[in-house]
């Protein structure tokens, strides 16, 4: 067990940056590239990537300092402070389960392709976090030992399952709406957020009038000239939220200009990738066609490359201060939305493949989403407050009752949680 910990320490502290393009360079060669190709491949996928970290970097570093000024402004307190998704990863890989989620999720994800219940080979190990955070929440509150041990791993293994087979059902619409060839996206909220996308969808379809509302790129540039191309949307976007952060001073000013290049470079650095994982796909596919009778093969990755459509950026933009809105209105709510609230994009990031990219519906439900987050995360609070006393993984902030994560409130992890408490009066 302190071997696999040791070894699972050893790759997640890598960082997806690094183990991303050792990944695809080990993936090119076994599905028979050339080792020169492969280095190339796997190098200039590790190039996009850390372009699109520095770019997504600009974005939470322009938006995490003005959201903190809209609270500040608006001047809300409620119980549970959001610390943000890092805590939920302390707790996740703090436990036995964090050790072993690596080679389960791996092994689990070899037995799918093997039988074919899947089309994804995952590769973000960093992501398995948010197993090892279902299955660290079940065995801690089952009260841990052999029992916990079981119990954890099922539930660990169980959240993999269902986010390959996400994964594998938004797979075609991810790469047609990014251009992203066999590209899927099993992370994170990207996956719990489409069952609730999708039945928005279906009852949206149904409604007269709203169904007929449709703000894409081309609908929005048509109506709204200049303004309606992404460069400056986001100027605007980012005056519109920088006025409410900061009123009329500097501050403004620069997180238009900070949102507008957000606009204009993520769409270029997402072209690095597909530079570096087009010749990678066309290996899959040929790899597959003669050894597998042409089946579909999918390469799992980060939703951090959904980040950059203009369509999310700009409905992110537009959340921030209606999700600050929805903490303050909703009844029953405990959360203050705080440490991720500046990474709104990453809750509704799978909107716009699901929509047709269409703003209003993006809009429309990442307000539903953010509510339905808020619940979440109020109803994980007792219990990461407790694990992080207990652990002292992390030190509750002073005036602060409880602590969670809107990162953390995926209804996956909630249902397994709740049916442990249930049969185990925990």
Not at 185 to 205: F, H, K, N, Y
Request: charged share 10%; net charge positive.
């Amino acid at each position: 067990m302190e071997s696999i910990k040791t070894i699972s320490d050893f790759m997640t502290g890598l960082g997806p940056t690094i183990m991303l393009p050792i990944v695809v360079f080990c993936l090119g060669l076994i599905l028979g590239q050339k080792p020169g190709r492969a280095l190339t491949s796997a190098i200039t996928v590790g190039v996009g990537f850390v372009g699109l970290n520095l770019v997504i970097g600009l974005l939470l570093g322009a938006l995490d300092p003005a959201t903190k000024a809209l609270i500040a402004a608006t001047d809300v307190k409620l119980e549970a402070v959001d610390v943000g998704w890092g805590v939920g990863a302390a707790i996740a890989f703090s436990t036995t389960i964090g050790a072993l989620i690596i080679p389960l999720a791996f092994g689990i994800n070899i037995v799918m392709l093997l039988t074919k219940t899947t089309k994804t080979l995952n590769v973000d190990m960093w992501n398995f976090w948010h197993f090892a955070f279902t299955g660290s929440v079940v065995y801690l509150v089952s009260g841990g030992g052999g029992k916990g041990l079981i119990l954890g791993l099922a539930a660990g293994g169980a959240h993999c399952v269902i986010a390959l087979l996400i994964g594998d059902y938004t797979a075609k619409r991810v790469q047609e709406f990014f251009h992203l060839p066999n590209i899927s996206i099993p992370q994170g909220w990207c996956v719990t957020s489409v069952p609730i996308i999708a039945v928005l969808d279906w009852i949206m379809e149904r409604i007269p009038g709203l169904r007929n509302i449709n703000w894409d790129e081309k609908t929005i540039r048509e109506k709204l000239g200049v303004l309606g191309q992404p460069v400056t949307m986001g100027a605007v976007l980012g005056l519109f939220l920088g006025f409410f952060a900061y009123g009329f001073a500097k501050n403004t000013f620069l997180l238009a200009v900070q949102m507008a290049a957000v606009m204009l470079l993520v769409p270029r650095i997402i072209a690095i990738f597909m530079e570096g994982l087009t010749p990678l796909s066309e290996a899959g596919r040929q790899f597959m066609q003669k050894h597998f009778k042409g089946r579909d093969f999918y390469i799992g990755l980060d939703s951090a490359i959904l980040i950059g459509h203009p369509i999310t950026i700009a409905a992110a933009i537009v959340l921030i201060p209606i999700t600050l809105l929805l903490a303050f209105v909703l009844p029953g709510n405990r959360v203050l939305p705080f440490a991720d609230l500046a990474a709104t994009a990453f809750f509704v990031c799978m909107v716009p493949p699901m929509t047709r990219g269409n703003l209003f519906r993006t809009i429309l439900y990442g307000t539903i989403i953010m509510a339905m987050i808020l619940y979440l995360a109020g109803s994980f609070a007792p219990v990461i407050t407790d694990i992080a006393r207990s652990s002292g993984v992390y030190a509750i902030p002073e005036g602060a009752t409880m602590i969670s994560g809107l990162s953390n409130g995926n209804w996956i992890a909630w249902i397994m949680m709740k049916i442990t408490q249930l049969l185990f009066g925990a």
